[in-house]
């Protein structure tokens, strides 16, 4: 490459990492950078409000890799803070790009509209939620600046900040900038005797198994799961979390390990292990179904993009990709197959007349709705809790926000993820306590033409807070949901109260493809499904 | 006061400083506190999104003094990191408390759902957005700590970080606490010279003005400010931030200043007197019309909460209200009354049949509209820069985020300006923009039985950004205004296009006094004020 400016140059590396659109909301410090956007090829797609960006590039970068949200300067910028939180906890790569005052306006430290206390006060928000950042506000530095920050995106899967002062977006770069490529490669005497010490404790396990989790799917990463599991005949489970990175007809699949959360069979077979496998596992505590985990490290070997331990031991400089790949060549015994605890198949679903809906009978229903190009999007509370139990085929996507748990997050997700993918339609589905904080994004499906089926689970408040402690301010406002379609002037909506009704509503749903559909679901404010059920209790011993 | 639990103390403590609503959105963390709150006489009011709870304490405390708004851990907290920096920026005393993992949840450091990155990452965020914070995590220091941050907030009318972790909430503060008073007292010396400097300043120009700000609101002066005019004669304007400080119709008004946006003689007024006497300002970029203020110091008396200055030196200790006060006693010549240029008269209104509406024209209309319990709260664009010709009344107040601009305050402000004083009726100004950010707390309006009159500006857009730079970007999801009502099950909706229709509406809104009324007013697409089109100008220059 030779010359670049500095926005240009942004904008190509991000095109060039796959990349195709960019959410957020355009203001007058990012102004000029909104229209090189446009002028490049990066599709600018406005949600209602930043938050729905926040989200939809989350969604995107989960989808496809990299996500990308551009805002302008405080007022843009912190109302994301929390959406970036989540890209940080549950590790999805988002670069977030904020507009600024040009660098010749900080001069005299005026107070320019937008600015709080002082003009680093954004960035050193950013910094506690993003794994690299930086302010482009030096044209011998910043293309390399760039590349460092991407890079760090790329190999951590996590958010990471980008800060350009308006009067640098077409400044020249370092002329003859060479651009560096992510080459990080392990050790190999390193990686040579962690396959050597892992592959002879697991030749020499009497019970070996799998525990699967997010990181598999964030480095893309799931063929070799599956390759390593034919070829040893070790079953695995998954996290929450990691839910989809296996398909769960799998014969070697043993369902969800969420202590509390998951089955107690799949607990068991997980914590008995005397060789446990755990591939880009971040146990959360509501993976361990808030709880003390029983995983004894001397049976363990765990590998993330992070560390590699196996029982005491840590091995330096040993690349997770680089790790799992290596297991995968390397001479580990094939067994015979276990005798293992299969999910329980869902009992097929015949829709009673009359019978008012629960949200046992929702999840049991919408089993067998779910198709190969589906891609479920749960939000926080019995909306996840009851998704756990679906069971996802082999290239159905699953998302949602199982550690972090931001309420709000699926609308705006189904924006990114139909985006990041229009192959797959979105099946949405969300609380009514969820919806308020970001439902207006239904504005943005509808004007993107968007199709996804939405489902509001209307249990007239915060479900889940209502088994661990109630009162008033669990209440929240009732909307005419099946309404909504006629605000944005697309869609089509229904409230359903019966399982027939909610019968007809799906069918519909599924052949009305031109755009989104709503169905509101009324169940009744204490209904639950069985693993919140569980969960509840142990969270409100914790109160 | 005898022995207390720390939740009691902090509640005791905050309906002592006037506060009786708590904004917010609860949480599992923070639940046992939204118990407590219910019990001790705080009435815990649910906004749809935790953005919209920051942007009612915003306004609460700009109404009554203090705010509060308390949320959950990070996924609460995060999300109200914008509002918090707009209470900063502005000077609006929100307390912020969030509930946080209990301190014997920390000890092993597990992944616990909404942490982000170290456990005091929310801690460090809100560092930067506040101007006091705290972590009650001693039971011997927790009672001293409340009242260091509480004092912090009244001092320097700025927000304060409050994290309370869960299982602090019952725990003994220090036995036989004493809690101390806000006590802080300008140094007598400092105070006589600097007041014996300024009136010997004042006596000798020939043509003093005065240039009153947000402080003189914040600190509850407006009735000394019209003391000093009175006794003096001498004329005063306003900046934007400070308009509703002085009754409009006081015969020293000199109108708003404010460089590009104000009107010119009201400019050349200010610049070019020989005595300025600045109270409680701090001069923005938006004040200034985006261009730097020609005020010379050489003419100036400056006081604020942080600093008085007289030409170019200084006074330590000094306080802004004891400075004033003084002031008002002091020995400063009455004056004969100047020949001012009063703001223009807004033409009598009368509504023509089938004629399109206009920016300006909706203003014209509003100007009469307003009453002496109004209270006008504007939105960021033009629904703020045409706002700021309104003749406001003696008792009108005016709420608006003028030197910040986060878009999206105006509605969730309604909520709490009129908790804050049910005896006013909010007339909020909102553009379509705006609207689609905070919209659906209109169901928050609707639950709470509030009732104001809401105008949304409907210029298809970004309206002041497609002033400085075009694009598709700058145009937003259309929404169905006029049928909102309907999804939240109150209110009545108008559509309105021409002058004939929005004085009906107007005249139905005004007698419907019940629930809310949402009035959608079209306007083209590059349809503006005068004072947009003044700025515009100035902000397309910069970019």
Not at 372 to 380: A, R, W, Y
Request: proline share 5%.
């Amino acid at each position: 490459m030779g010359s670049h400016l500095i926005g240009e140059y942004l904008i190509e590396r991000l095109r060039g990492l796959g990349a195709r659109h960019v959410f957020g909301i355009p203001g007058d410090y990012v102004l000029g950078f909104y229209d090189l956007l446009q002028k490049r090829g990066l599709q600018t797609v406005n949600t209602c409000d930043e938050q729905g960006a926040g989200f939809a590039a989350d969604a995107y970068a989960r989808v496809r890799g990299l996500g990308v949200v551009c805002v302008t300067y405080c007022v843009g910028g912190l109302k994301i803070a929390n959406t970036t939180a989540q890209a940080f906890a549950e590790k999805s790569p988002v670069v977030v790009i904020s507009g600024a005052p040009g660098a010749h306006e900080w001069e005299k430290n005026p107070l320019l509209h937008h600015k709080v206390r002082e003009f680093d006060t954004q960035k050193r928000v950013f910094e506690q939620l993003t794994v690299a950042s930086t302010v482009l506000n030096d044209s011998q530095t910043a293309l390399q600046e760039i590349d460092r920050v991407l890079h760090a995106a790329l190999r951590y899967k996590k958010p990471v900040y980008i800060e350009l002062p308006r009067d640098m977006v077409s400044v020249a770069g370092l002329a003859n900038y060479k651009p560096s490529e992510l080459h990080e490669k392990s050790d190999p005497i390193s990686l040579r005797h962690s396959i050597d010490e892992a592959v002879e404790m697991i030749n020499k396990a009497k019970r070996p198994a799998i525990l699967a989790d997010v990181e598999l799917h964030r480095f893309g990463l799931q063929s070799e799961l599956v390759k390593l599991m034919q070829k040893s005949n070790i079953p695995a489970a998954t996290t929450i979390m990691g839910k989809s990175v296996i398909g769960e007809n799998d014969p070697l699949y043993l369902g969800v390990y969420g202590g509390l959360m998951g089955r107690e069979e799949v607990r068991r077979y997980i914590e008995q292990s005397d060789c446990l496998l755990m591939l880009g596992v971040f146990m959360t505590d509501i993976d361990q179904g808030i709880r003390t985990a029983r995983l004894d490290p001397a049976n363990c070997i765990s590998a993330t993009s992070e560390k590699l331990s196996i029982r005491y031991h840590h091995f330096d400089n040993v690349r997770f990709k680089d790790f799992l790949r290596a297991l995968v060549k390397s001479p580990i015994q094939r067994r015979a197959l276990a005798k293992i605890p299969h999910p329980p198949a869902m009992p097929p679903f015949k829709a009673a007349a009359k019978k008012k809906m629960t949200v046992k009978r929702l999840f049991q229903r919408l089993n067998s709705f779910l198709r190969e190009d589906t891609i479920v999007i749960s939000d926080v509370g019995d909306a996840l809790f009851g998704a756990a139990e679906l069971n996802i085929h082999q290239h159905t996507e699953f998302l949602g926000t199982a550690y972090y748990a931001s309420m709000g997050f699926a609308l705006p997700a189904a924006v990114g993820a139909q985006m990041a993918d229009p192959a797959r339609r979105p099946l949405v589905l969300v609380g009514d306590g969820a919806f308020l904080m970001t439902g207006l994004e239904l504005a943005t499906i509808a004007r993107n033409n968007l199709n996804p089926i939405i489902i509001v689970l209307n249990n007239k408040g915060y479900g889940t807070e209502r088994h661990i402690h109630d009162g008033p301010y669990n209440d929240v406002a009732p909307l005419n949901y099946h309404l909504l379609p006629g605000i944005v002037g697309k869609g089509i909506g229904f409230s359903v109260k019966t399982e027939d009704e909610f019968e007809q509503a799906l069918e519909a749903s599924e052949k009305h493809k031109d755009s989104f559909s709503l169905i509101e679901v009324h169940l009744e404010p204490l209904d639950r499904s069985p693993a919140l059920h569980r969960l509840a209790r142990s969270l409100a011993d914790r109160l």
